[in-house]
Every structure is written in structure tokens, then in C-alpha cells.
């Protein structure tokens, strides 16, 4: 598992994360989802299947997060299984992927149903075709739910529905034989209301979807400072890997305030910068370069630092 599945794993893992990114990623931002009614299911998916020549083929595949929730409505209580699928890319097989898993995850329902029954002796009285299918004609199963997480910035332009990946030279006909199969997408940058989120993890989708512009999250940050001044040091870690940003994660607490850590982390990078420009401006100096020395104080000549910088370092290594 690579660092960006484990830390996406690691933030859904929380209840009250899942949740909150089930209810704004399919829901519409409605708290249908309670931290409370999830409870956490083995995240292994596995099938047993048989070849055209009657051998054994088994698939295994592992769910980033999947849990079970319980709803109710009205005197009702309904169960169904919700899994997350985190990407970092997009992913142009996404229909096919997201319907094996929920696939295997139906199977996985019927097996346990089955081997209810074997360990409990009770396949008698059962019909012929219920002793064949492993379960009685009024078993029930849980409906199973994919939601696909993305955390580019890139437009997701892969396709949402099965009938997406066929070529546009199949017959109506034909087309109209095949049920679909659509992804659930939560996408930040598409993402219209932040105030839907109730949790830290709408802060990690805000500032995924202003990474790709220029001083987006500086002035996302130091806009609203009462809503970045206690983040959870998950979602800062999180934040820092899928944005290429650097804040200061305060280790000694549980959370963080980030516009203290962005104030900090900026105002060292400044100090590291004045240390470069005296660094610079003394070898220029000792070389005989009074008038570039004299230049590079300019802060207006950004790009002229930058090229003698590199010059000096190549000084370095040789």
C-alpha cells in the first residue's frame, strides 16, 4: 500500500469522516449517515469461480474502506454496506473496478448465507432450487454502495458509467441489453457548498480544490482563520501530501492550528531566504561582482538571484 492510499485509509477510517463524505458525496450534504450507525466490515473481498474447463479461479481484491450503516426511517430500520474507493488519479476502468468489488461483496453475502445453514445443519426442507443456490427463496441480502474519492486536481474526465467505456458503434439494440453501471464521484472541485461539512474532512476537499490555484490556500487559510485554527492532524498530514504543501503538523496535540504552522512555516522560509541573499551576496562580493551584489538586494530581481544562486552552487560541487 502506497503512502497516499495509507493516509487516505487512515482519514476514512474515522466514523464521523466516512460519514461526513458519505453524506456530502451522495446524500447531497442531508445527514442520512450517523458515525454512531457505521460499523466497521473486513475490507477483503473474495470469490470462488470456475473456469470454462471446471477449474477453480479465486479473486481476492482489497477495499480501501467499507463499513455497514444502519438508517432509520420512520419505525424502520434499513441496512446497507458503503464502501470508499480513494484515488489520487484518475482511474479510466472505474466502472468495471467498482462493479467487481460490489459484486464480490454480493457473493460474500450469499456465502455467509449458505454457510449459515451448513454449520447449522438446517439445509433440510429445503427446495431443489434453494439447495442449489445456497439460500431460501425469502433470504434477504444488503444492498452495496460505492462511492469513488478523489483527491486531483486534474478534472476527473474518466468514465462515470459502464455504458461510458463502450465504443459508440454499439447497436442501441445491444446497448439496451446491457444494464449499466454507474460511479458515485466525489470530486472537490465540484464540490459548490463547504458548509454540508461538518467534520475537518471538508477542510481537506477545500484545500485540495484551491491547490491548483496560485496562492490559493495562503489566502483560503488566511481568509477564515477561526476555521483552520484547530484541524486534526490527520487531515493536516493529508493536506500537506495531496496539496505539495509543508505545514508544521503540532505533534504535541492531537490537532493543529494551521494559520499559526503557516505563518511559521513562512516566515522560516523567509529567514532561510535572507540567509541564501547575505550567503550570495558575500561571494559576489569576495569575487569581485560588486554590481551584482549590489543587485540582488533589489527584490525585484527575483529571477536574477535565482540564476546566480545556482551558479554559486555549482561552485560547490566541483
Known sequence: MGKSDVLSCNVMDNPAYFADTINNGLFGGREIVKPENLKELDSKENAVLYD???KIVTLKKDRD???IAKFFKDDNVTYAIIGIENQTDVNYAMPVRTLLYDAMRYDKQIEAISNSYKKKNSSKGLSDSEFL?????DDKIEPVITLTVYYGTKEWDGPLSLHDMFSDNVSPDILALVSDYHVNLLEPKKIKDWDNFKTDVGILFELISASDKKNGIRELVESYPERFSDVNNDIVRAVNFYTKCAIPVNELEENTN???AWESSMNEARDEGKDE????????????????????MDKENESLRKDLFEEYKSTLTK
Open 258 to 260: 494551521m494559520c499559526y
Open 65 to 67: 474502506n467499507i463499513k
Open 277 to 296: 541573499i547575505m550567503t550570495l551576496f558575500s561571494w559576489l562580493k569576495e569575487a569581485g561582482r560588486l554590481d551584482e551584489a549590489i543587485a540582488i
Open 52 to 54: 470454462a474447463f471446471k
Open 133 to 137: 443456490s445456497g439460500i431460501r427463496k
